[in-house]
């Protein structure tokens, strides 16, 4: 079990902190999580509580948006062939699902690829190429891949195929020489917001078609429960014009505006209430389950059909590809432990790469978060494809694991990806190379904070502020995620009603009290957190981290605390 770091973020300016307290009439802890978001006036409160559509960016902002709108619009004149092409996990298949039912309104001329992630793998693949070439195809949009892809968009340019390139992947040193390159990254990109995911992306050229054409920009909103799943899944910041497409998307799913496709999910899943970890934990599993398993066009099918007959059918495979991907991670879980803890610098290596030629190719990457989590350090897995390996990376907080990838690049065939996740391919006689060359990229760079697990504390409270307005509040701060999480407090001086017991065998369920406030207790669950049960019995005082919501239980809702951490009275 690792111990956890407490990290504390910085007090704000008291006099910022109570202006805004005076202004919005809350009190001074939550007006001082506001400031820490960066939010110190009327104005920025009222975009923030209530994100709109008005936030939304002018996408003729974006490079290129001009060329790709313009593409676009001959192609539909000239009923041209018209390829969507993107990859297999959630962001991919969301985005193509989107962009072929948008542009279907308009055309027959179009169709939709998804790569297959053994023969294929990740990316515009020439197989792809050739099939747009052999069927006719004379224009591919890429979504979610395509910005490194530079030989083979020279070779679709070269058959005489043009490519708009939506992606929101970190462009390497020299652009593909596509027809449009949709990339907020791109540095002679002066769009405002640059965390857009892939789905995103895409969504800004469907508004940009919309606004050219004076189409109903209704056409393009009506995919926004697609956009939501995609930032959801994707980890970018729940920040700017993703806070606010995300929040219309989940309203609109709340509201039963989405998908027959994720109406099935839910339904399948027996799950009524819709946020983000509903997205990220039920919805956004299953649908990359199809990619790992079988076939990414298996997702986009459900994510297509037109009704909720059609979409229960599609959602069983779903579901059955889901739970086959399950076994295969726990299995290789345990197999990659095994070699780990075989080695004699199992302890003491500042990264793991692991390898075995029969792991699933598409549950690496899950078994990569697994082996972080029980180390706490940049991992990669890998495994064999064809001729070569292939795997995926994963980081820990605040290490830049594609920056360390980069550095080892000569032993690579290929790789690509964000600060906390990559995918890279290499020949099998550079295995041992590269090893070596990752352990010293990551020794260089690596802190030691960074390697220890980290619980970042908002503030700290005492148990008589929280109360039902409070809690409202901050329900209306969601949606929660990458740079707007989920506010943790902690408080010291706790102690137990006597009530503790260890439920479903891990997780902590107990009563606490502030003996100098007695007339609040509260009840709080701890995930994971048995192991504490000693350290909070028989009048012990104890400090706690948490975050505080609700529990419904017969009908009745009540303030709950769920823990995060619990550390004896005086280590505070």
């Known amino acids: 079990m690792n111990k956890l770091r407490w990290s504390y973020a910085p007090i704000p300016n008291s006099e910022s902190v109570k202006s805004l307290a005076n202004a919005l009439s809350i009190d001074l802890t939550l007006a001082a999580l506001l400031v820490q978001r960066g939010i110190t006036d009327f104005d920025q409160a009222k975009a923030y509580f209530q994100p709109s559509l008005d936030q939304l960016h002018d996408p003729f902002l974006m490079r290129d948006m001009d060329r790709a709108v313009e593409r676009v619009n001959r192609a539909l004149k000239n009923q041209e062939k018209i390829l969507v092409y993107g990859d297999y996990d959630v962001d991919g298949t969301t985005s193509v699902a989107a962009m072929f039912q948008f542009l279907r309104a308009f055309t027959d001329q179009i169709d939709y690829y998804i790569p297959d992630r053994y023969t294929e793998g990740y990316g515009l693949s020439q197989q792809g190429i050739e099939f747009a070439k052999n069927e006719g195809y004379q224009l591919i949009i890429t979504l979610d891949c395509g910005i490194k892809e530079v030989k083979n968009v020279a070779l679709a340019r070269d058959k005489g195929l043009d490519i708009i390139v939506c992606d929101h992947h970190t462009p390497g040193s020299e652009l593909p020489q596509a027809f449009a390159i949709l990339n907020a990254k791109r540095t002679d990109c002066e769009y405002p917001y640059k965390e857009l995911c892939g789905c995103g992306v895409g969504f800004k050229l469907m508004q940009a078609l919309c606004l050219r054409n004076g189409w109903d920009p209704e056409l393009a909103f009506a995919f926004l429960d697609l956009v939501a799943v995609s930032i959801a899944a994707d980890i970018v910041p729940m920040t700017g014009e993703n806070r606010a497409l995300c929040f219309m998307g989940l309203k609109r799913m709340q509201q039963g505006q989405m998908r027959p496709g994720l109406s099935a999910l839910l339904k399948s899943n027996e799950l009524s209430q819709i946020t983000v970890n509903t997205l990220v934990f039920t919805i956004a599993p299953r649908i990359n389950a199809a990619g790992r398993i079988t076939s990414g066009k298996q997702a986009v099918a459900l994510l297509l059909s037109d009704t909720i007959e059609t979409a229960n059918l599609e959602s069983v495979h779903i579901n059955q590809n889901n739970e086959t991907r399950r076994e295969l991670d726990k299995t290789i879980t345990l197999e990659a432990l095994a070699q780990l803890e075989s080695r004699d610098n199992a302890k003491t290596a500042k990264s793991t790469v692991v390898y075995h030629d029969g792991w699933h190719k598409g549950v690496v990457g899950i078994v990569a978060s697994r082996l972080t989590e029980h180390y706490y350090r940049p991992t990669i897995v890998l495994t064999k494809s064809?001729?070569?390996?292939?795997?995926?990376a994963r980081s820990v907080h605040g290490f830049d694991v594609y920056q360390a990838i980069e550095a080892c690049s000569e032993h690579l065939?290929?790789?690509g990806g964000h600060k906390y996740a990559a995918g890279l391919?290499?020949?099998p006689e550079k295995l041992v190379d590269f090893q070596h060359a990752f352990e010293q990229a990551v020794g260089a760079a690596i802190t030691p904070e960074q390697l220890e697990p980290e619980l970042r504390i908002d503030l700290p409270i005492e148990l008589p502020a929280i109360d039902q307005k409070f809690?409202?509040?901050l329900n209306r701060m969601e949606p929660f995620g990458p740079e707007n999480p989920i506010p943790t407090f902690f408080a010291t001086e706790l102690q137990e009603t006597g009530w503790a017991r260890i439920v479903g065998e891990k997780h902590l369920k107990c009563r606490l009290f502030d003996p100098r406030y007695p007339d609040y207790a509260f009840d709080a669950i701890g995930f994971n957190l048995a192991h504490h049960l000693p350290h909070i019995?028989?009048?012990?005082?104890?400090?706690?981290a948490f975050t505080i919501g609700t529990n419904?239980?017969?009908?009745?809702?009540?303030?709950?605390?769920?823990l995060k951490d619990i550390k004896p009275a005086g280590q505070v």
């Open 552 to 562: 419904t239980w017969n009908g009745a809702t009540s303030i709950q605390l769920e």
């Open 386 to 392: 064809g001729d070569h390996l292939a795997g995926s």
């Open 425 to 427: 391919s290499l020949k």
């Open 537 to 544: 019995g028989a009048g012990k005082t104890f400090a706690a």
């Open 471 to 473: 809690v409202r509040i």
């Open 413 to 415: 065939i290929q790789f």
